[in-house]
């Protein structure tokens, strides 16, 4: 898929895609068919409007999203179709970690939701609490997710 060459296109590359499976973690109850897209708060940081919807080819990463994710609800991990271009996301890449190990990415385009996986473990409590207090710990250092 091409992007619109009046759109704003990020320094990095923008991926192809065509058989990769993706998924999205996140505590919002949705239908096959659905759209998840950017706008809403994000689940991070101070919460600001999200101008990317998240993606991710490894389905640790999208329990983490699950996991984490804000709101009372369960979490859900989605399998997932980019109805546009993607890039690698900066707060878990190259800006921060060399190559992209967790495969992750994001998209100023609708993710459309094509499935639901139901039989994904979540992390050890121990885990899952050492992340809330290093994002907690991040948050009151005034670091916020990369949205540039």
Known sequence: MKAN??????????????????YH??????????LIEPGFKSNYGKQ?????????????AA????ELALGESPGRIYVVEPTGPFEDDPNLTDKKFPGNPTKSYRSRHPLRVSGEVTDWQGHAPEQLRAMKENLERLKQLGIEAIED
């Open 48 to 60: 600001k409007q999200a101008s990317f919807v998240y993606l991710t080819a490894t389905l640790d």
């Open 5 to 22: 060459p009046s759109e704003e296109k990020p320094a990095s590359f923008t991926h192809e895609w065509s058989s990769q499976l993706f």
């Open 63 to 66: 329990v983490w999203g699950a």
């Open 25 to 34: 973690g996140t505590k919002a109850d949705l239908k096959p068919g659905d």
